[in-house]
């Protein structure tokens, strides 16, 4: 299970941190990320990490690039998305996800690779 919480409404410029608490299993090896939702629009890939025996890799969508980071703490089995510089675009329904995709397969981009999801959580962005 996936537990997703910290949206709310911020102004454009401004930080959120989002948090997603995994329970029910072990999501270490998993791989764990962010979607988000806007409304009228599909659901699109934000951020994802995956510890691998190099270390964390993690990939990031081009348009929260420099913008957002993610980080993960297998410890407390949480992943944590970190939103800087937020703009009206950002605006949507944030959702994490997981799914076991290991090295060497890439660590995927598109929603129906991932099996485990959580509840949204709203991130709203005034101008």
């Known amino acids: 299970q996936l537990q997703a919480s910290g949206g709310g409404l911020v102004q454009a410029g401004g930080s959120l941190r989002l948090s997603c608490a995994a329970s029910g299993r072990t999501f270490s090896t998993f791989v764990m990320g962010w979607f988000r939702q806007a409304p009228g629009k599909e659901r699109e890939f934000v951020a994802a990490?995956?510890?691998?025996?190099?270390?964390?890799?993690?990939v990031y969508a081009d348009s929260v690039k420099g913008r957002f980071t993610i980080f993960r703490d297998n410890a407390s089995n949480t992943v944590s998305l970190q939103m800087n510089n937020l703009k009206p675009e950002d605006t949507a329904v944030y959702y994490c996800a997981a799914d076991l995709i290991l090295p060497p397969r890439p660590i995927a981009t598109t929603r129906e690779e991932y099996h485990y999801w959580g509840q949204g959580t709203l991130v709203t962005v005034s101008s």
């Open positions: 990490v995956r510890r691998s025996r190099s270390g964390l890799e993690s």
